[in-house]
Protein backbone atom coordinates (compact mmCIF):
# COMPACT_ATOMS: atom_id res chain seq x y z
CA UNK A 1 0.00 0.00 0.00
CA UNK A 2 1.81 3.27 -1.09
CA UNK A 3 1.67 6.15 1.19
CA UNK A 4 -0.64 8.89 0.55
CA UNK A 5 -1.87 12.38 2.31
CA UNK A 6 -4.47 13.12 0.59
CA UNK A 7 -6.83 10.27 1.09
CA UNK A 8 -5.98 8.22 4.65
CA UNK A 9 -7.30 5.16 3.93
CA UNK A 10 -6.76 3.21 7.41
CA UNK A 11 -8.22 6.27 9.57
CA UNK A 12 -11.32 6.05 6.89
CA UNK A 13 -11.74 2.46 7.56
CA UNK A 14 -11.42 3.29 11.48
CA UNK A 15 -13.48 5.47 11.47
CA UNK A 16 -16.19 3.60 9.26
CA UNK A 17 -15.54 1.05 12.30
CA UNK A 18 -16.04 3.50 15.47
CA UNK A 19 -19.07 4.80 13.93
CA UNK A 20 -20.51 1.22 13.71
CA UNK A 21 -19.39 0.35 17.05
CA UNK A 22 -20.68 3.79 18.24
CA UNK A 23 -24.52 2.85 17.06
CA UNK A 24 -24.19 -0.68 18.18
CA UNK A 25 -23.41 0.91 21.71
CA UNK A 26 -26.32 3.73 21.34
CA UNK A 27 -28.45 0.95 20.28
CA UNK A 28 -27.73 -1.47 23.68
CA UNK A 29 -27.63 1.97 25.72
CA UNK A 30 -31.25 2.58 24.68
CA UNK A 31 -32.59 -0.90 25.52
CA UNK A 32 -30.86 -1.25 28.65
CA UNK A 33 -32.16 2.62 29.79
CA UNK A 34 -36.00 1.81 28.04
CA UNK A 35 -36.02 -2.19 29.66
CA UNK A 36 -37.42 -2.96 25.66
CA UNK A 37 -35.34 -5.00 22.97
CA UNK A 38 -37.89 -3.97 20.28
CA UNK A 39 -38.48 -0.22 20.71
CA UNK A 40 -39.17 0.90 17.22
CA UNK A 41 -40.10 -1.35 14.21
CA UNK A 42 -36.47 -1.64 12.94
CA UNK A 43 -35.12 -3.42 15.85
CA UNK A 44 -37.80 -6.80 15.27
CA UNK A 45 -40.46 -5.67 12.41
CA UNK A 46 -42.09 -9.23 13.06
CA UNK A 47 -41.61 -9.65 16.59
CA UNK A 48 -43.53 -5.81 17.28
CA UNK A 49 -46.47 -7.09 15.07
CA UNK A 50 -46.87 -10.24 17.53
CA UNK A 51 -46.37 -8.28 20.80
CA UNK A 52 -48.75 -5.74 19.66
CA UNK A 53 -51.30 -8.29 19.47
CA UNK A 54 -49.97 -9.72 22.06
CA UNK A 55 -50.28 -6.30 24.59
CA UNK A 56 -53.87 -5.71 22.56
CA UNK A 57 -54.72 -9.14 24.20
CA UNK A 58 -53.32 -8.68 27.34
CA UNK A 59 -55.00 -4.97 27.84
CA UNK A 60 -58.55 -6.36 26.55
CA UNK A 61 -58.25 -9.48 28.98
CA UNK A 62 -57.22 -6.93 32.59
CA UNK A 63 -59.84 -4.75 31.26
CA UNK A 64 -62.66 -8.51 30.90
CA UNK A 65 -61.53 -9.37 34.30
CA UNK A 66 -62.27 -5.55 35.69
CA UNK A 67 -65.83 -5.88 33.65
CA UNK A 68 -66.47 -9.47 35.56
CA UNK A 69 -65.27 -8.34 38.74
CA UNK A 70 -67.98 -5.62 38.28
CA UNK A 71 -70.52 -7.73 37.40
CA UNK A 72 -70.22 -9.63 40.44
CA UNK A 73 -70.44 -6.77 42.39
CA UNK A 74 -73.40 -6.08 40.89
CA UNK A 75 -74.94 -9.09 40.69
CA UNK A 76 -74.25 -9.66 45.03
CA UNK A 77 -76.23 -6.14 45.18
CA UNK A 78 -79.54 -7.87 43.55
CA UNK A 79 -78.72 -10.92 45.94
CA UNK A 80 -78.43 -8.96 49.17
CA UNK A 81 -81.78 -7.32 47.99
CA UNK A 82 -83.92 -10.38 47.37
CA UNK A 83 -82.37 -11.83 50.50
CA UNK A 84 -84.40 -9.51 52.42
CA UNK A 85 -87.32 -9.59 50.34
CA UNK A 86 -87.03 -13.66 51.28
CA UNK A 87 -87.05 -12.62 54.86
CA UNK A 88 -90.03 -10.86 54.24
CA UNK A 89 -91.79 -13.38 52.68
CA UNK A 90 -91.19 -15.73 54.68
CA UNK A 91 -92.46 -13.53 57.47
CA UNK A 92 -95.60 -13.16 54.97
CA UNK A 93 -96.60 -16.21 55.25
CA UNK A 94 -95.89 -16.86 58.91
CA UNK A 95 -98.70 -14.23 59.10
CA UNK A 96 -101.47 -16.15 56.17
CA UNK A 97 -100.89 -19.11 59.03
CA UNK A 98 -101.47 -17.63 61.90
CA UNK A 99 -104.37 -15.75 60.15
CA UNK A 100 -105.64 -19.07 59.45
CA UNK A 101 -106.11 -19.72 63.17
CA UNK A 102 -109.87 -19.29 64.21
CA UNK A 103 -108.63 -18.51 67.94
CA UNK A 104 -108.25 -14.62 66.82
CA UNK A 105 -110.89 -12.35 66.68
CA UNK A 106 -111.31 -10.00 63.18
CA UNK A 107 -109.74 -7.18 65.32
CA UNK A 108 -106.79 -9.36 65.43
CA UNK A 109 -106.65 -10.13 61.82
CA UNK A 110 -106.79 -6.47 60.99
CA UNK A 111 -103.55 -5.78 62.76
CA UNK A 112 -102.12 -9.18 60.64
CA UNK A 113 -103.35 -7.46 57.70
CA UNK A 114 -101.86 -4.21 58.15
CA UNK A 115 -98.58 -5.97 58.74
CA UNK A 116 -99.02 -7.90 55.49
CA UNK A 117 -99.84 -4.58 53.55
CA UNK A 118 -96.71 -2.87 55.03
CA UNK A 119 -94.69 -5.84 53.77
CA UNK A 120 -95.72 -5.51 50.65
CA UNK A 121 -95.28 -2.04 49.97
CA UNK A 122 -91.43 -2.82 51.64
CA UNK A 123 -91.15 -5.71 48.97
CA UNK A 124 -92.30 -2.67 46.40
CA UNK A 125 -90.35 -0.21 48.00
CA UNK A 126 -87.05 -2.36 47.70
CA UNK A 127 -87.79 -3.43 43.77
CA UNK A 128 -87.51 0.62 42.65
CA UNK A 129 -84.65 1.33 45.06
CA UNK A 130 -82.16 -1.48 44.07
CA UNK A 131 -79.78 0.21 41.77
CA UNK A 132 -76.12 -0.55 40.47
CA UNK A 133 -74.16 2.78 39.36
CA UNK A 134 -77.40 3.82 38.63
CA UNK A 135 -79.63 0.92 36.99
CA UNK A 136 -82.56 -1.03 38.24
CA UNK A 137 -82.27 -4.00 39.14
CA UNK A 138 -85.18 -5.42 40.12
CA UNK A 139 -87.78 -3.72 38.64
CA UNK A 140 -87.09 -5.70 34.96
CA UNK A 141 -84.95 -3.02 33.36
CA UNK A 142 -82.70 -5.78 33.02
CA UNK A 143 -84.58 -8.59 31.81
CA UNK A 144 -86.46 -10.10 28.94
CA UNK A 145 -90.09 -8.98 29.14
CA UNK A 146 -93.11 -10.50 27.11
CA UNK A 147 -94.36 -9.14 24.51
CA UNK A 148 -98.06 -8.36 24.28
CA UNK A 149 -98.44 -10.19 20.85
CA UNK A 150 -97.52 -13.09 22.15
CA UNK A 151 -99.56 -16.02 22.30
CA UNK A 152 -98.47 -17.78 25.46
CA UNK A 153 -98.78 -15.90 28.09
CA UNK A 154 -100.31 -16.24 31.81
CA UNK A 155 -104.40 -17.28 31.68
CA UNK A 156 -103.44 -19.02 27.94
CA UNK A 157 -106.23 -21.91 28.14
CA UNK A 158 -104.51 -25.23 27.35
CA UNK A 159 -107.51 -27.42 27.74
CA UNK A 160 -110.71 -25.75 29.16
CA UNK A 161 -112.63 -29.04 29.90
CA UNK A 162 -109.77 -30.18 32.63
CA UNK A 163 -109.41 -26.17 33.30
CA UNK A 164 -105.71 -26.50 32.19
CA UNK A 165 -104.03 -22.71 31.48
CA UNK A 166 -101.17 -21.18 31.82
CA UNK A 167 -100.35 -19.28 34.76
CA UNK A 168 -96.79 -18.01 34.18
CA UNK A 169 -94.57 -17.37 31.69
CA UNK A 170 -90.68 -16.17 32.47
CA UNK A 171 -88.85 -15.01 29.61
CA UNK A 172 -86.03 -12.85 31.81
CA UNK A 173 -83.25 -15.14 30.28
CA UNK A 174 -84.75 -15.25 26.94
CA UNK A 175 -83.44 -13.30 23.90
CA UNK A 176 -85.31 -9.69 22.86
CA UNK A 177 -87.40 -9.57 20.08
CA UNK A 178 -87.54 -13.15 19.22
CA UNK A 179 -90.44 -15.25 18.56
CA UNK A 180 -90.30 -19.10 20.26
CA UNK A 181 -92.92 -21.78 18.11
CA UNK A 182 -93.90 -24.76 20.11
CA UNK A 183 -94.32 -27.72 17.66
CA UNK A 184 -95.51 -31.13 18.52
CA UNK A 185 -93.09 -34.24 17.69
CA UNK A 186 -93.49 -37.96 18.13
CA UNK A 187 -91.60 -37.89 21.41
CA UNK A 188 -92.36 -34.89 22.93
CA UNK A 189 -92.93 -30.55 22.86
CA UNK A 190 -90.46 -29.04 21.18
CA UNK A 191 -89.60 -25.05 21.35
CA UNK A 192 -87.70 -23.44 18.68
CA UNK A 193 -86.25 -19.75 17.65
CA UNK A 194 -85.46 -21.16 14.12
CA UNK A 195 -82.08 -21.71 15.25
CA UNK A 196 -81.85 -23.18 18.51
CA UNK A 197 -84.60 -25.78 18.95
CA UNK A 198 -85.06 -27.54 22.66
CA UNK A 199 -87.58 -30.93 23.32
CA UNK A 200 -89.32 -31.93 26.37
CA UNK A 201 -90.24 -35.43 26.40
CA UNK A 202 -93.58 -36.34 26.82
CA UNK A 203 -92.79 -38.24 30.00
CA UNK A 204 -92.61 -34.70 31.40
CA UNK A 205 -95.04 -33.06 30.08
CA UNK A 206 -98.19 -34.76 32.47
CA UNK A 207 -100.03 -32.73 35.05
CA UNK A 208 -101.21 -33.77 38.28
CA UNK A 209 -104.89 -32.95 39.43
CA UNK A 210 -104.47 -29.92 41.35
CA UNK A 211 -100.82 -29.78 40.16
CA UNK A 212 -98.50 -27.58 38.05
CA UNK A 213 -95.60 -28.05 35.39
CA UNK A 214 -93.15 -26.35 34.99
CA UNK A 215 -91.39 -26.15 31.11
CA UNK A 216 -88.20 -25.08 30.96
CA UNK A 217 -86.66 -24.75 27.97
CA UNK A 218 -83.19 -23.24 29.52
CA UNK A 219 -81.43 -23.26 26.00
CA UNK A 220 -84.02 -20.58 25.10
CA UNK A 221 -84.25 -19.13 28.21
CA UNK A 222 -88.35 -19.81 28.28
CA UNK A 223 -89.90 -21.24 31.23
CA UNK A 224 -93.44 -21.81 31.25
CA UNK A 225 -95.63 -22.98 33.97
CA UNK A 226 -98.76 -24.48 33.59
CA UNK A 227 -101.73 -25.45 36.09
CA UNK A 228 -104.43 -27.73 36.34
CA UNK A 229 -107.68 -28.81 38.13
CA UNK A 230 -108.53 -31.80 37.17
CA UNK A 231 -105.36 -32.85 36.03
CA UNK A 232 -103.78 -33.22 31.88
CA UNK A 233 -102.60 -35.90 29.92
CA UNK A 234 -99.75 -34.59 27.95
CA UNK A 235 -100.97 -35.77 24.53
CA UNK A 236 -103.71 -32.68 25.43
CA UNK A 237 -100.29 -30.43 26.89
CA UNK A 238 -99.33 -31.04 23.22
CA UNK A 239 -102.40 -30.04 21.47
CA UNK A 240 -102.94 -27.06 23.47
CA UNK A 241 -99.66 -25.40 22.88
CA UNK A 242 -98.72 -26.67 19.15
CA UNK A 243 -98.06 -24.24 16.90
CA UNK A 244 -98.65 -21.24 19.11
CA UNK A 245 -95.74 -18.54 19.81
CA UNK A 246 -93.93 -17.11 22.48
CA UNK A 247 -92.55 -13.42 21.83
CA UNK A 248 -90.14 -11.29 24.11
CA UNK A 249 -90.55 -7.58 23.45
CA UNK A 250 -87.27 -5.79 21.51
CA UNK A 251 -87.07 -2.85 24.00
CA UNK A 252 -85.44 -4.91 26.66
CA UNK A 253 -82.87 -7.66 27.25
CA UNK A 254 -80.61 -9.53 29.91
CA UNK A 255 -77.94 -7.50 31.41
CA UNK A 256 -74.82 -8.31 28.84
CA UNK A 257 -71.67 -9.02 30.81
CA UNK A 258 -68.34 -8.62 28.50
CA UNK A 259 -65.96 -11.11 29.93
CA UNK A 260 -63.47 -12.04 26.80
CA UNK A 261 -60.98 -9.80 24.76
CA UNK A 262 -62.94 -10.80 21.57
CA UNK A 263 -65.44 -9.08 19.89
CA UNK A 264 -67.61 -11.94 20.10
CA UNK A 265 -70.73 -11.65 22.28
CA UNK A 266 -73.43 -14.31 23.44
CA UNK A 267 -72.99 -17.22 23.24
CA UNK A 268 -69.28 -17.44 22.12
CA UNK A 269 -67.45 -17.21 25.59
CA UNK A 270 -66.52 -13.47 25.00
CA UNK A 271 -70.15 -12.09 26.93
CA UNK A 272 -72.59 -13.61 29.12
CA UNK A 273 -76.30 -12.55 29.81
CA UNK A 274 -77.44 -12.42 33.01
CA UNK A 275 -81.39 -11.61 33.88
CA UNK A 276 -82.42 -9.49 36.74
CA UNK A 277 -86.30 -10.23 37.29
CA UNK A 278 -88.89 -7.48 37.53
CA UNK A 279 -89.24 -8.54 41.70
CA UNK A 280 -92.02 -6.57 42.93
CA UNK A 281 -95.74 -7.78 44.22
CA UNK A 282 -97.35 -7.16 41.04
CA UNK A 283 -98.66 -9.86 38.32
CA UNK A 284 -95.89 -9.66 36.13
CA UNK A 285 -93.19 -9.91 39.61
CA UNK A 286 -94.00 -12.27 42.27
CA UNK A 287 -97.89 -12.09 41.88
CA UNK A 288 -99.27 -11.41 45.03
CA UNK A 289 -101.68 -8.53 44.68
CA UNK A 290 -104.50 -9.92 44.05
CA UNK A 291 -104.02 -12.84 46.70
CA UNK A 292 -103.23 -9.94 49.46
CA UNK A 293 -106.03 -7.69 48.07
CA UNK A 294 -108.63 -10.46 48.67
CA UNK A 295 -107.65 -11.28 52.29
CA UNK A 296 -107.87 -7.67 52.84
CA UNK A 297 -111.26 -6.78 51.43
CA UNK A 298 -112.37 -9.80 53.48
CA UNK A 299 -110.58 -8.96 57.12
CA UNK A 300 -111.62 -5.40 56.54
CA UNK A 301 -115.29 -6.64 55.19
CA UNK A 302 -116.10 -9.05 58.01
CA UNK A 303 -116.39 -11.71 55.44
CA UNK A 304 -112.99 -13.68 56.16
CA UNK A 305 -112.43 -17.84 55.68
CA UNK A 306 -109.88 -20.03 56.66
CA UNK A 307 -110.02 -20.05 52.46
CA UNK A 308 -108.60 -16.71 52.20
CA UNK A 309 -105.55 -17.73 54.54
CA UNK A 310 -105.16 -20.68 52.26
CA UNK A 311 -105.38 -18.91 48.81
CA UNK A 312 -102.57 -16.21 50.30
CA UNK A 313 -100.48 -19.05 51.65
CA UNK A 314 -100.17 -20.59 48.55
CA UNK A 315 -99.60 -17.60 46.65
CA UNK A 316 -96.81 -16.98 49.09
CA UNK A 317 -95.53 -20.17 48.26
CA UNK A 318 -94.91 -19.35 44.95
CA UNK A 319 -93.61 -16.30 45.50
CA UNK A 320 -90.96 -17.64 47.97
CA UNK A 321 -90.13 -20.21 45.22
CA UNK A 322 -89.82 -17.76 42.41
CA UNK A 323 -87.55 -15.82 44.42
CA UNK A 324 -85.36 -18.98 45.02
CA UNK A 325 -85.18 -19.75 41.54
CA UNK A 326 -83.96 -16.50 40.44
CA UNK A 327 -81.51 -16.07 43.45
CA UNK A 328 -80.60 -19.15 42.15
CA UNK A 329 -79.97 -17.94 38.88
CA UNK A 330 -78.24 -15.08 40.28
CA UNK A 331 -75.78 -17.23 42.08
CA UNK A 332 -74.76 -19.81 39.75
CA UNK A 333 -73.91 -16.53 37.63
CA UNK A 334 -71.72 -15.17 40.70
CA UNK A 335 -70.21 -18.50 40.28
CA UNK A 336 -69.10 -18.41 37.07
CA UNK A 337 -68.06 -14.46 36.86
CA UNK A 338 -65.69 -15.66 39.96
CA UNK A 339 -64.09 -18.52 38.04
CA UNK A 340 -64.14 -16.54 34.70
CA UNK A 341 -61.77 -13.92 36.65
CA UNK A 342 -59.54 -16.72 37.82
CA UNK A 343 -59.51 -17.76 34.29
CA UNK A 344 -58.76 -14.81 32.82
CA UNK A 345 -55.89 -13.98 35.45
CA UNK A 346 -54.47 -16.75 34.17
CA UNK A 347 -54.31 -15.74 30.76
CA UNK A 348 -53.00 -12.46 31.78
CA UNK A 349 -49.96 -13.99 33.72
CA UNK A 350 -49.12 -16.59 30.23
CA UNK A 351 -49.61 -13.65 27.59
CA UNK A 352 -47.29 -11.51 29.70
CA UNK A 353 -44.90 -13.73 29.50
CA UNK A 354 -44.75 -14.23 26.33
CA UNK A 355 -45.01 -10.93 25.39
CA UNK A 356 -42.18 -10.05 27.31
CA UNK A 357 -40.11 -13.10 25.92
CA UNK A 358 -40.52 -11.04 22.64
CA UNK A 359 -40.50 -7.24 23.72
CA UNK A 360 -38.29 -7.40 26.55
CA UNK A 361 -34.13 -6.23 26.82
CA UNK A 362 -32.46 -9.17 28.39
CA UNK A 363 -30.42 -6.82 30.86
CA UNK A 364 -27.92 -9.81 31.23
CA UNK A 365 -27.25 -10.14 27.52
CA UNK A 366 -26.96 -6.45 27.00
CA UNK A 367 -24.89 -5.69 29.85
CA UNK A 368 -22.51 -7.77 27.97
CA UNK A 369 -22.90 -6.20 24.79
CA UNK A 370 -22.79 -2.90 25.93
CA UNK A 371 -19.35 -3.97 27.90
CA UNK A 372 -17.45 -5.37 24.36
CA UNK A 373 -19.32 -2.02 22.33
CA UNK A 374 -17.58 0.24 24.96
CA UNK A 375 -13.93 -1.60 24.44
CA UNK A 376 -14.20 -1.72 21.19
CA UNK A 377 -15.25 2.06 21.12
CA UNK A 378 -12.16 2.77 22.90
CA UNK A 379 -10.04 0.58 20.92
CA UNK A 380 -11.02 2.20 17.85
CA UNK A 381 -10.62 5.72 18.93
CA UNK A 382 -7.20 4.90 19.72
CA UNK A 383 -6.65 2.88 16.54
CA UNK A 384 -8.23 6.05 14.37
CA UNK A 385 -5.65 8.50 16.98
CA UNK A 386 -2.68 5.93 14.97
CA UNK A 387 -3.94 6.28 11.56
CA UNK A 388 -4.02 9.79 11.60
CA UNK A 389 -0.50 9.71 12.55
CA UNK A 390 0.43 8.13 8.89
CA UNK A 391 0.35 10.68 6.98
CA UNK A 392 3.27 12.42 9.10
CA UNK A 393 5.52 9.90 7.52
CA UNK A 394 5.74 11.55 4.59
CA UNK A 395 7.60 14.50 6.04
CA UNK A 396 10.46 12.25 6.78
CA UNK A 397 10.69 12.11 2.97
CA UNK A 398 10.50 15.60 2.33
CA UNK A 399 13.29 16.34 5.00
CA UNK A 400 15.45 13.62 3.19
Known amino acids: ?54 RSQIRGTNQAMRNAQDGISMIQTAEGALEEVHSMLQRMRELAVQAANDTYSNEDRKAIDNELQALKTEINAISTRTKFNGKSLLTGALSTQ ?24 DV ?14 ATGLQLSDGTVTQEIADAQLAVAANGSLVLDYNQLGVKITI ?10 VKAGLATRTVVTATGSSSANFQIGAGAGGVPTGDAIQVAFAKVDTSATGLNLDSALSQFSTAVNGGTFTSADAQQLINALDSAITTVNDRRGTLGAAQNRL ?22 DTDVAQETSNMVR ?24 LLRG
Request: net charge neutral.
Open 373 to 396: AQILTQAGTAVLAQANQVPQSALA
Open 172 to 185: SGAKAGKTYTFTST
Open 1 to 54: MGLTINTNIMALNAQHRLAITSLEQAKTLEKLSSGLRINRAADDAAGLAVSEKL
Open 338 to 359: EHTVNSLSVAVENLSASESRIR
Open 146 to 169: LDSTSQVRSGFVVNATSNTSVTAV
Open 227 to 236: SSVAGETAAN
